[in-house]
């Protein structure tokens, strides 16, 4: 039988009698404020811009969310769940999207509202994409500005999340 103290320390965590001093617990806030030190964030109409300029603007809303609001032009959609084995160039090709060519490409995370992009935009710098980056306000804040939409293509149920051709 396993003790408390035993199935802390395989799951890397200390028990009381093993710490005198309690670690600090981040926040969501807090990861969101570390995460977006890192980050060259930019407004809607800098994405866009950045997309003339040859940005892939990657779109990880959920498939309703897509349906209901529509989609940017040009954007590839990576759910924000396999988002890093999508773009990691190391992962296996048959899970990797063709579009991302490498890590010097320019990568702008767009989720709603432009929170969970933060995270995953740090994520990727971790795993060496230097120019990836978010959207400040996500897609409410790029259709509030009257930036062009287009309506959500329908989704293969049996396609592979995160694999798809740019949006048209």
Known sequence: MWSCAAHARI???????ESSKPSRRLTIDDLVREARSRLERLEPEEALAAQADGALIVDTRSNDERRRDGVIPGSVHIPRSVLEWRLDPDNDLAYR??????????????????????????????????RATDMVGGFVAWRERGLPVCPAPEVDDDAVPGMGDPER
Do not use: M, R
């Open 11 to 17: 799951a890397g965590t200390n028990t009381p009698d």
């Open 97 to 130: 999207n063709p579009h991302v060519k490498g890590l010097d490409q320019w990568i702008v995370l767009v989720c709603a509202h432009g929170y969970s992009t933060s995270l995953g935009a740090a994520t990727l710098q971790e795993l060496g994409f230097a």
